[in-house]
C-alpha cells in the first residue's frame, strides 16, 4: 500500500517540486493549501487520484489536523515574504509550525521536514529570522527526528529573487539595489525539495544548510543576471540610509491605502536582513553530507529569464543576422 504525504503550501515555489518528487517516487501526496481552486495544476504530477491539493488553514488546528489524517509524513513549506493581515510572521512561521509538529506527534506521523531559512536567529532584530529560529523551536520539540532545511535564497522558474530583478532591469538604464556588498549563496529549488525527499522518507534527519556551490555579492549575482538576459544597465549600491527611507515610504503607502497596495518592494524587516551575509556556516551540515550534488544559477538561468531580453526567445536569432554576411 502506498505511503502518503502531506505538504502544507504544496503548490508554492519549492512545495511543488517537493511534490512532484515524492509522486515520482509513488507516494500518494495531499497538497495542503489555502485555495484549492488555484493548485489543481499539481494532479497531473502523479496518476489519477495520486496528487490532491485539500484546503487548509494552518492557523487553525481543526484544519491541521483534519489534513493529516493517515499521513506517514508531513512537510511544512509555507513561509512569508512580507505580514499580510492576519498572516504574520509569528502566526504562520512560528505559531503555524509549532501547531503542524505538535499535530504530527499527536498523530503518530513517522517523518516531518520543515523548511526554513539560513539566518534563523532567536536574538535577531529582524522579526523574519526571529520568527523562522522559533518555528524551528516548536517543530523540534515536539518532532524531535524532523529534518530542518534552511536554504539561502532560493532560484528557479518563479522564483522572487533572479525574476524580481530582470523584471526591475526593464525599467530604465539604472537598477538600484540596497545590500549589493551582501553575500548569497543561491541553490537551485529542486536540489532543496531532493534534500526533503530525503527526510520525508526517513533516510536523514537534523537541520542543514543548503546553498549553491557559488558564493557573491547581490551586486555580482545582480551582474550575471544582466549578462544572461542581454542588458547592459548602471547598477547603483544605494546607502542603508536611502534603503531605510524607500521602506519608510512604501510601508506608509500600504498603511495609507489599508492595505489595498501591499509593499512588495522592499520592507523594514528585509532591510535588517540585508544587513547580514546569506551563506552557509562554516560548521554546518549542507548537500555533501545528503550526497547531493547542487547546481549553479548559471546552468538554469538562461532556461526561464530568456522572457526579459530585449527581444525575448529571438534575441539569440537577432545576434545571429546581425554576423550574417551578405
Not at 512569508?80 to 503542524?100: C, M, P, Y
Request: with cysteine; aromatic share 8%.
Amino acid at each position: 500500500m502506498s505511503k502518503l504525504v502531506t505538504i502544507f503550501g504544496g503548490s508554492g515555489f519549492v512545495g511543488r517540486h517537493i511534490a512532484r518528487r515524492m509522486a515520482k517516487e509513488g507516494w500518494l501526496v495531499r497538497v495542503a493549501v489555502r485555495r484549492p481552486n488555484e493548485a489543481m495544476f499539481v494532479k497531473p504530477y502523479g496518476s489519477v487520484g495520486q496528487v490532491e491539493p485539500v484546503f487548509c488553514n494552518i492557523r487553525d488546528d481543526a484544519s491541521v489536523r483534519a489534513v493529516m489524517q493517515g499521513s506517514d509524513a508531513v512537510v511544512n513549506c509555507v513561509g512569508l515574504l512580507s505580514d499580510r493581515g492576519k498572516n504574520t510572521f509569528g502566526a504562520v512561521q512560528h505559531e503555524g509550525a509549532e501547531r503542524i509538529a505538535r499535530i504530527a506527534a499527536a498523530e503518530n506521523v513517522d517523518t516531518m521536514v520543515h523548511i526554513s531559512a539560513i539566518g534563523a536567529d532567536k536574538d535577531s532584530s529582524s522579526d523574519y529570522a526571529r520568527s523562522k529560529a522559533l518555528g524551528e523551536e516548536g517543530v523540534l520539540q515536539h518532532m524531535p527526528n524532523a529534518m530542518i532545511l534552511r536554504p539561502s535564497v532560493i532560484f528557479g522558474q518563479d522564483d522572487q529573487f533572479f525574476n524580481r530583478f530582470a523584471s526591475m532591469s526593464r525599467l530604465g538604464p539604472v537598477l538600484p539595489l540596497v545590500g549589493g556588498d551582501t553575500k548569497f549563496q543561491p541553490v537551485y529549488v529542486d536540489d532543496v525539495a531532493q534534500a526533503a525527499v530525503k527526510g520525508i522518507k526517513g533516510e536523514a534527519t537534523g537541520t542543514f544548510e543548503l546553498g549553491g556551490p557559488e558564493v557573491d555579492t547581490l551586486r555580482g549575482w545582480v551582474t550575471e543576471m544582466l549578462e544572461v538576459i542581454h542588458r547592459n544597465k548602471l547598477i547603483a549600491n544605494l546607502p542603508f540610509f536611502v534603503g531605510g527611507l524607500m521602506a519608510f515610504g512604501f510601508g506608509l503607502l500600504q498603511t495609507l491605502t489599508f492595505g489595498l497596495v501591499h509593499n512588495s518592494i522592499l520592507t523594514k524587516d528585509q532591510l535588517k536582513l540585508l544587513n547580514k551575509d546569506n551563506v552557509v556556516g562554516d560548521d554546518a551540515q549542507g548537500f555533501d553530507a545528503l550526497g547531493i550534488k547542487p547546481l549553479a544559477p548559471e546552468a538554469i538561468m538562461a532556461d526561464y529569464l530568456w522572457r526579459f531580453r530585449p527581444s525575448g526567445q529571438y534575441d539569440a536569432i537577432k545576434d545571429s543576422a546581425r554576423n550574417l554576411k551578405i
